[in-house]
């Protein structure tokens, strides 16, 4: 009767997870999945999968269907009856020695076939992009074309593209599911992976993520894939090779006449402009944030505990003073084109305004995520090294209360000038 009654009240339970299932199957998106690959390397391990799924199902259905066979057919009849006894049978155990010897072989030969092609050396003609695990965002360099960025890349369709992978701390792993496999970024060794993504396919974002635990923040270390066309892509690299930059220069004032009679003063010595973006780094390709799809966008809502005043504006000049004021942003962030601005603990912000995400793709790119993060980030991200700069904030690494940092209005001023850099 017991039995009977915890049946009848695990039932229900049973019939809402087949439910759940149901409906999950009837999704028709899966931004994540492995089995809808878009380049080469995606492809050869989907087909080794099918082959492995293919003669796994194979050497299911007949051991099991022996298996019911002789249970069946050996079964004890009768309680009086002994059943013969089978000390050894020379042909059977070959046959079942060498039918596992010819399954291993049928799984060994496309396997070691496909290990060869993922590990073979790339193209030569590889755009090469340089990956650096960091508890816990990425690092991307393009030795190529001489500049950083983070926590996103663009790559162009139909071209093979090598990444090198090294760690800056511990082991992580990289993966975008429905581009390449998975391969490990460890701390003094190099790793390779490449592929090719499909050149017939529409520009797109796509998820990536670090698949190997690696600390507190293991679960919020993801990054994004753009993939656009060939001349997207050579627009974005130009913009990319761009300083960090707010607004056009302003042009040079005119020199104010001379009062009458007066000696002329002397021309002043010309000060060193700043690198500047031309017109076409300022018009270069960007994904319009209407055509990344709603998977790579994060809905992490942001911690109730941080106030912050949203209806504040900011002002980018004086939010660039704050970046490269003493003890602030510059320490550890670099802007390209910035002298004050060359830190290397951080991700590389020079054009942090266009990316879609922030946090290594745990919040959304806005203001009222970017202000809070500027405000406490280690409230927002367990582990994080960046301090926590709002004044009178709670630091939860630390256990103490900020006695002096930035006010809302200068977190403002930062987020406007942060937001500008495209």
Same mark, same amino acid.
Not at 203 to 225: A, K, L
């Given at each position: 009767?017991?039995?009977?009654?915890?049946?009848?009240?695990?039932?229900?339970?049973?019939?809402?997870?087949?439910?759940?299932?149901?409906?999950?199957? $009837?999704?028709?998106? *899966?931004?994540?999945?492995?089995?809808?690959?878009?380049?080469?390397?995606?492809?050869?391990?989907?087909?080794?999968?099918?082959?492995?799924?293919?003669?796994?199902?194979?050497?299911?259905?007949?051991?099991?269907?022996?298996?019911?066979?002789?249970?069946?057919?050996?079964?004890?009849?009768?309680?009086?009856?002994?059943?013969?006894?089978?000390?050894?049978?020379?042909?059977?155990?070959?046959?079942?020695?060498?039918?596992?010897?010819?399954?291993?072989?049928?799984?060994?030969?496309?396997?070691?076939?496909?290990?060869?092609?993922?590990?073979?050396?790339?193209?030569?003609?590889?755009?090469?992009?340089?990956?650096?695990?960091?508890?816990?965002?990425?690092?991307?360099?393009?030795?190529? *074309?001489?500049?950083?960025?983070?926590?996103?890349?663009?790559? =162009?369709?139909?071209?093979?593209?090598?990444?090198?992978?090294?760690?800056? &701390?511990?082991?992580?792993?990289?993966?975008?599911?429905?581009?390449?496999?998975?391969?490990?970024?460890?701390?003094?060794?190099?790793?390779?992976?490449?592929?090719?993504?499909?050149?017939?396919?529409?520009?797109?974002?796509?998820?990536?993520? $670090?698949? %190997?635990? $690696?600390?507190?923040?293991?679960?919020?270390?993801?990054?994004?894939?753009?993939?656009?066309?060939?001349?997207?892509?050579?627009?974005?690299?130009?913009?990319?090779?761009?300083?960090?930059?707010?607004?056009?220069?302003?042009?040079?004032?005119?020199?104010?006449?001379?009062?009458?009679?007066?000696?002329?003063?002397?021309?002043?010595?010309? #000060?060193?402009?700043? =690198?500047?973006?031309?017109?076409?780094?300022?018009?270069?390709?960007?994904?319009?944030?209407?055509?990344?799809?709603?998977?790579?966008?994060?809905?992490? =809502?942001?911690?109730?505990?941080?106030?912050? &005043?949203?209806?504040?504006?900011? &002002?980018?000049?004086?939010? %660039?003073?704050?970046?490269?004021?003493?003890? #602030? $942003?510059?320490?550890?962030?670099?802007?390209?084109?910035?002298?004050?601005?060359?830190?290397?603990?951080?991700?590389?912000?020079?054009?942090?305004?266009?990316?879609?995400?922030?946090?290594?793709?745990? *919040?959304?790119?806005?203001?009222?995520?970017?202000?809070?993060?500027?405000?406490?980030?280690?409230?927002?991200?367990?582990?994080?090294?960046? =301090?926590?700069?709002?004044?009178?904030?709670?630091?939860?690494?630390?256990?103490?209360?900020?006695?002096?940092?930035?006010?809302?209005?200068?977190?403002? &001023?930062?987020?406007? *000038?942060?937001?500008?850099?495209?």
């Amino acid at each position: 009767m017991i039995g009977s009654h915890r049946l009848r009240r695990l039932a229900p339970l049973g019939v809402a997870a087949v439910l759940a299932l149901a409906l999950a199957a $009837c999704a028709q998106s *899966y931004p994540n999945t492995t089995f809808t690959p878009h380049s080469d390397l995606g492809r050869s391990i989907d087909f080794l999968w099918n082959r492995l799924m293919f003669f796994g199902t194979i050497v299911f259905v007949l051991v099991e269907g022996a298996l019911i066979y002789v249970v069946i057919r050996y079964r004890r009849r009768s309680e009086d009856v002994t059943p013969p006894q089978t000390h050894g049978h020379v042909l059977l155990e070959i046959t079942w020695t060498l039918i596992p010897a010819a399954i291993l072989a049928f799984i060994a030969v496309p396997t070691v076939r496909t290990i060869f092609q993922t590990q073979a050396p790339a193209p030569a003609n590889s755009l090469v992009i340089e990956v650096y695990g960091h508890q816990w965002w990425w690092e991307f360099h393009y030795p190529q *074309y001489n500049f950083t960025t983070a926590n996103e890349i663009y790559i =162009p369709k139909g071209r093979t593209v090598d990444l090198v992978l090294r760690s800056k &701390d511990v082991i992580h792993s990289f993966w975008v599911p429905q581009l390449a496999g998975k391969r490990d970024a460890i701390p003094n060794h190099t790793n390779h992976i490449w592929f090719t993504p499909d050149s017939n396919m529409a520009t797109t974002v796509w998820n990536g993520f $670090c698949t %190997e635990y $690696c600390g507190d923040s293991h679960g919020e270390m993801h990054f994004r894939v753009v993939t656009v066309n060939p001349d997207q892509f050579a627009s974005w690299v130009t913009r990319q090779q761009a300083p960090g930059f707010f607004s056009p220069p302003p042009a040079p004032a005119a020199p104010a006449a001379p009062a009458a009679g007066a000696t002329p003063a002397a021309p002043a010595a010309p #000060t060193p402009a700043a =690198p500047t973006a031309t017109p076409a780094q300022l018009a270069a390709y960007i994904l319009p944030r209407a055509q990344v799809p709603d998977y790579a966008i994060p809905h992490t =809502p942001f911690p109730d505990a941080i106030k912050f &005043d949203d209806k504040l504006q900011g &002002d980018p000049a004086a939010g %660039e003073k704050l970046f490269v004021g003493a003890g #602030t $942003c510059n320490a550890c962030h670099t802007v390209a084109g910035n002298p004050l601005a060359v830190g290397m603990i951080g991700p590389n912000l020079t054009h942090v305004g266009s990316r879609i995400a922030i946090a290594a793709g745990m *919040y959304v790119n806005d203001k009222p995520h970017l202000s809070r993060w500027i405000k406490n980030a280690r409230l927002m991200k367990s582990g994080v090294l960046m =301090p926590t700069l709002g004044k009178g904030q709670y630091d939860p690494q630390t256990k103490a209360t900020t006695p002096s940092g930035l006010s809302d209005q200068q977190v403002a &001023d930062l987020v406007a *000038y942060l937001q500008a850099l495209k």
